[in-house]
């Protein structure tokens, strides 16, 4: 019998998805010698605060300082699983460039350096993987980078953020409010450490730049990214979207057409029987077109401890067979295109809009006028109820360019027989 052979590797991270990622080494220990044919030992975990008690985490692997992981030779794997930009950054390129392979979950800094990240994964030659960084568990990124390469691929869209995706679910099917829905995802483990960045468009814009990114084979960062969020979601809007037939969904898309790519983040009005209608909870699905592959559709669990770890975890068995078999560094980032991304503005899009206006004689007919006049055609108009003189206005228009629709509301608010604009959302459709 010859002598076994030990992959290490350090974690940078004991939080929510660093937890589970520990766990996943220990209950796995057995098999993945079965898989791989090595044993991986996890020598380091990199926190900011040592004396924290961590359930299931021995204490004596936790330390504070990066350079312990960096100049420890023995150490080939580095799972970063703390988040933002800095000093992950940093880390990981000299990690990279030190010859160390790298797994992350870090939508932040692929969305906005992952060019950068690979230039060092390249001088390196060493794996930089991130299965966890879209949609959770989710095997999404293989399926771009590798199952699909052979087609390309026209259209990307789906739910990839979990917080969010759990709160309008709460909030749709019964009645909470919006804060105590936040909370509770918060407290499942769904959300960031910053929320905001959930319920603000921004997560879901990362992995949408980071799929735009490699489905079209071109860098497109997070900054080019249109985003909306949720926060100004109404129950009345959620209410009205049910009685139109539609559920309400916070959606990232991102399309190739002969203008550029097109690539945004918002909320929208699904109609009920959308196979993402039915994705509820932090549950994430996403649609992919390729000329040659046609349609497809992932879905999983988009967020939580477990279900990102395992995708970690599949990073991680992937890179100790590269080890193995001496072959790291051979897929690259593969942004050999270098595309215009379009302003939402020049994109078309389908809006429901909701408003209070004058009950008067004229007033709709006003309104429609102006709604023409700047290219907007209306497919569905109703006057919900009229109380105090004020009535209220539901409008559902055609595809429109969304500058024209901005143009009209822009005057429609200039108006005086316009009281209140009370929710603008996007409608499913051409
Ligand atoms: N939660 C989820 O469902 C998902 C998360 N992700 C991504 O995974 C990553 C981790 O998320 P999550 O586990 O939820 O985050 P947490 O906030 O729960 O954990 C972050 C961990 O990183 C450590 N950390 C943060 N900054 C530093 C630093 N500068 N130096 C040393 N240690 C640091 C923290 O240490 P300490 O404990 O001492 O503060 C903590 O242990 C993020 O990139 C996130 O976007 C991806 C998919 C899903
Ligand atoms: N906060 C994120 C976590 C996974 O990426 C989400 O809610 O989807």
């Not at 395992?310 to 560094?329: E, K, Y």
């Not at 108009?381 to 822009?410: C, M, Y």
Request: glycine share 10%; charged share 25%.
């Amino acid at each position: 019998m010859g002598q076994e052979r030990i992959i290490h590797a350090a974690l940078l991270g004991a939080g929510t998805v660093g937890s589970g990622v520990y766990k996943l080494v220990k209950d796995l220990e057995e098999e993945i010698i079965s898989k791989t044919g090595a044993r991986l030992v996890v020598d380091k975990i990199l926190v900011r605060d040592t004396t924290k008690a961590r359930e299931g985490i021995p204490s004596e692997l936790l330390i504070d300082r990066w350079d312990e992981i960096l100049n420890d030779p023995q150490i080939e794997i580095v799972i970063e699983v703390m988040g933002g930009i800095r000093p992950a950054l940093t880390w990981l390129e000299e990690a990279l460039r030190a010859g160390k392979q790298v797994v992350t979950a870090n939508k932040d800094l692929l969305a906005e350096y992952g060019e950068h990240l690979f230039d060092a994964a390249e001088a390196g030659k060493c794996d930089l993987h991130f299965e966890a960084a879209v949609a959770g568990a989710i095997p999404i990124i293989r399926p771009l980078r590798q199952s699909l390469v052979a087609s390309e691929l026209t259209e990307v869209m789906g739910i990839v953020n979990g917080t969010t995706n759990y709160i309008l679910t709460r909030m749709t099917e019964d009645g909470m409010g919006y804060e105590e829905a936040l909370a509770l995802a918060t407290k499942l483990g769904y959300a960031e450490s910053d929320p905001t960045a959930d319920v603000e468009g921004y997560d879901a814009g990362r992995k949408v730049a980071i799929m735009a990114s490699i489905a079209f084979n071109s860098n497109v960062t997070f900054s080019q990214v249109y985003t909306e969020g949720i926060t100004h979601i109404t129950a009345e809007d959620i209410r009205y979207a049910k009685e139109f037939g539609y559920v309400i969904k916070l959606i990232g898309m991102t399309r190739l057409t002969e203008g550029g790519v097109e690539v945004k983040v918002h909320p929208m009005l699904l109609p009920e029987q959308h196979p993402l209608s039915t994705v509820r909870d932090s549950f994430n699905a996403v649609f992919i077109h390729g000329e040659a592959c046609d349609d497809a559709m992932f879905m999983g669990r988009g967020a939580g401890q477990l279900p990102t770890a395992s995708a970690v975890m599949g990073d991680v068995i992937d890179v100790m067979r590269n080890i193995l078999h001496h072959s790291c560094g051979k897929i690259g980032y593969g942004c050999y295109r270098n595309l215009p991304v379009k302003s939402a503005e020049d994109t078309v899009s389908r809006f429901f809009l909701r408003i209070q206006v004058t009950d008067k004689p004229g007033a709709l007919a006003n309104i429609a006028g102006i709604l023409g006049n700047n290219d907007v055609s209306i497919a569905q108009v109703v006057q919900k109820r009229s109380h105090d003189g004020v009535a209220e206005l539901v409008i559902i228009t055609d595809p429109v360019r969304e500058k024209h629709f901005n143009d009209a509301l822009s005057i429609l608010k200039g108006m005086s027989v316009l009281k209140e604009v009370s929710g603008v959302i996007r409608v499913y459709g051409n």
